[in-house]
């Protein structure tokens, strides 16, 4: 059975970093399209960053510069390390994966991925 689980979410104050784990099971997703999604409560999710099978990324205006994604397909996880936190980024995060090697314009697009992750909170305090 295909699973993603992420880890390492949490409480942090603005400036600061903080890194979310996404582990799959079942199948080497980090071979295919993978993405970070985050929610804030009552609002739309949001794709935030992608990268491909090679390793190429995408990302969103609003983390640009601050988060980055990788991968370690050896271990079948895939990172996002976020900086210069600020209280906006308060949200649910969500990792995503497809079968597609490349993610392409759809990046972003919630409906283009098929598996997910329960989310893990990160919260930023002012």
């Known amino acids: 059975q295909n699973y993603l689980a992420e880890s390492g979410g949490g409480s942090v104050e603005a400036g600061g970093s903080l890194r979310v784990s996404c582990e799959a099971t079942g199948y080497p997703a980090t071979d295919y399209c993978m993405a970070w999604f985050r929610q804030v409560v009552g609002g739309k999710r949001e794709g935030i960053a992608a990268i491909d099978r090679i390793g190429r990324t995408h990302y969103a205006d609003s983390v640009k510069g601050r988060f980055t994604i990788s991968k370690d397909n050896a271990k079948r996880t895939m990172y996002l390390e976020m900086t210069s936190l600020e209280p906006e980024d308060t949200a649910m995060y969500y990792c995503?994966?497809?079968?597609?090697?490349?993610?392409?314009?759809?990046?972003?697009?919630?409906?283009?991925?098929?598996?997910w992750g329960q989310g893990i909170l990160v919260t930023v305090s002012s």
């Open positions: 995503a994966a497809d079968t597609r090697y490349w993610c392409g314009d759809g990046w972003n697009s919630e409906t283009a991925f098929d598996d």
